[in-house]
């Protein structure tokens, strides 16, 4: 016994020390995963806090670029909804224009505007962060994106703020469809160039060329169907020749995100429930 | 030691601030983060027992981790370099010895010692750090040129603080 304590004693610092390692490596099992335990959520209201000051001041700098963003989504916008009126009226009218709604089911998202407090670009598997929280009914599994395309998704959420899961995130697929061929296929980032993403699961049959556009598919209860991901940068079979191995150039720019909006699917407690009446096919 | 002691906690009240406020948000090149909250570990007493020493790079790890979204890696990283700096520092010491109340900094031991002192144990770091983020071998190439480009990064950033927070006393 006592050489056992003497043994203990004099590997003293050695045992501390993984100690102190195996309780990281606890840490960082817990709590870097996929979906964050209660811990981070707790202290992300100082954090956040923290992240939202040194925001404030970044802001100033990118006024004017966030300002013509904003400007040239209102044209859009503008155009769609007088493409949207022409029919009726005619644009010099002063006549009072309503837009017709048949009941509220039509309503099937929501968004809400957000401001990027915090983000991540350079690591293998980034995150960010946002200025809304449960305070806003902001909830987990909402889809974020901006008027470039898709951002990402919320994974958990604070009084204030929301921390979501960037598309440059090794672990954070996304259902994708390639538009002229209509094929879906997962959009996965590799972890390395933040503009280009790899998208997997399109057959060699599929023509697939150098420019061609890649949108959401209807396959998820997160996105919408058809918002912009990106466009095709380069094709290549791979070695067995069972997929083709397609890089996708990004329409958002991540490393200047700054206002989001978090898509919420009114449909989505409905969707997912009757996905789990029927457990056998879930996989 | 009262010295020493303002001095470390004035160190670690400036650089954890300014590393998670200002360094966080500066990448060079797009692979080289620039760790200077090191300086802190890097500079704690010779004398220091190897376990006060890793139980405080584990906190300071920690507060680190909290802003960077990776609970738990840093921590990891700074504790291991820590048990390595022990040992280093008794491989590698200056040749006339440690002098006491000498804080492991540039302005006692030179330039040339600090940079054999502190390069190895920063690329450990930041090599713990890539690789547990990575969380696989399969980036092994980027994780290396990684840590590679980060190391001399916060090495040159850890090297010029020094010249302006501890100038040469003589």
């Not at chain 1, 707790?42 to 004017?64: C, H, M, P, Q, W």
């Not at chain 1, 966030?66 to 009126?85: F, I, P, W, Y």
């Not at chain 2, 080289?32 to 376990?51: A, T």
């Not at chain 2, 547990?132 to 040129?145: I, K, Y």
Request: include cysteine.
């Amino acid at each position: 016994m006592g050489q056992l304590l003497a043994f203990l004693f004099k590997y003293r610092a050695f045992i501390v020390f993984l100690f102190l390692e195996v309780l990281c490596i606890w840490m960082i099992v817990g709590n870097n995963d996929y979906q964050r335990t209660a811990f981070i959520n707790g202290a992300s209201g100082f954090i956040g806090s923290v992240n939202k000051t040194s925001r404030n001041i970044g802001d100033y700098f990118e006024l004017s670029r966030v300002n013509e963003e904003l400007a040239t989504e209102n044209a859009r916008l503008r155009a769609l909804l007088l493409s949207q009126m022409a029919s009726e009226v005619t644009l010099d009218s002063t006549e009072q224009v309503s837009i017709v709604a048949d009941t509220t089911d039509t309503v099937q998202y929501v968004l809400r505007q957000a401001e990027i407090v915090q983000n991540s670009i350079r690591n293998a598997n980034n995150f960010f962060m946002i200025n809304k929280g449960s305070r806003d009914s902001i909830k987990p599994n909402m889809g974020v994106m901006n008027s470039f395309g898709v951002v990402g998704k919320i994974r958990s959420v604070s009084e204030r703020y929301a921390e979501g899961v960037s598309v440059l995130n090794t672990k954070n697929p996304v259902s994708v469809k390639h538009v002229p061929s209509g094929r879906v296929g997962t959009l996965q980032w590799g972890g390395t160039n933040p503009k280009v993403s790899d998208l997997f699961y399109i057959t060699p049959d599929v023509t697939v060329q150098e420019g061609d556009t890649i949108v959401t598919s209807s396959y998820n209860a997160i996105f919408p169907k058809e918002v912009m991901v990106g466009t095709v940068a380069s094709v290549t079979e791979d070695a067995n020749k069972t997929y083709l191995q397609i890089k996708v150039k990004l329409s958002v720019d991540y490393g200047k995100l700054s206002y989001v909006y978090v898509i919420e699917n009114l449909h989505k407690a409905e969707q997912d429930s009757l996905v789990e009446t029927n457990p056998i096919d879930q996989q | 030691m009262n010295r020493s002691l303002i001095r470390i906690i004035f160190t670690f009240a400036l650089l954890l601030p300014l590393q998670v406020l200002v360094f966080r948000n500066f990448v060079v090149f797009g692979t080289g983060f620039s760790f200077i909250y090191l300086l802190c570990l890097l500079m704690l007493p010779v004398e220091m027992s190897v376990i006060t020493g890793m139980i405080v790079a584990l906190f300071t790890g920690l507060a680190v981790d909290l802003f960077y979204h990776t609970l738990g890696i840093h921590a990891a990283a700074s504790v291991f370099l820590m048990f390595l700096r022990y040992h280093w520092l008794r491989m590698n010491g200056p040749r006339s010895g440690y002098e006491v109340n000498h804080l492991p900094l540039l302005s006692n031991y030179g330039l040339g010692w600090f940079i054999g002192y502190a390069l190895p144990l920063i690329f450990v770091h930041s090599l713990v750090v890539f690789f547990v983020e990575a969380g696989n071998v399969a980036l092994f190439w980027q994780s290396t040129f990684r840590a590679l480009i980060t190391t001399i990064i916060s090495l040159i950033f850890i090297v010029i603080s020094q010249y302006f927070l501890y100038p040469r006393e003589q």
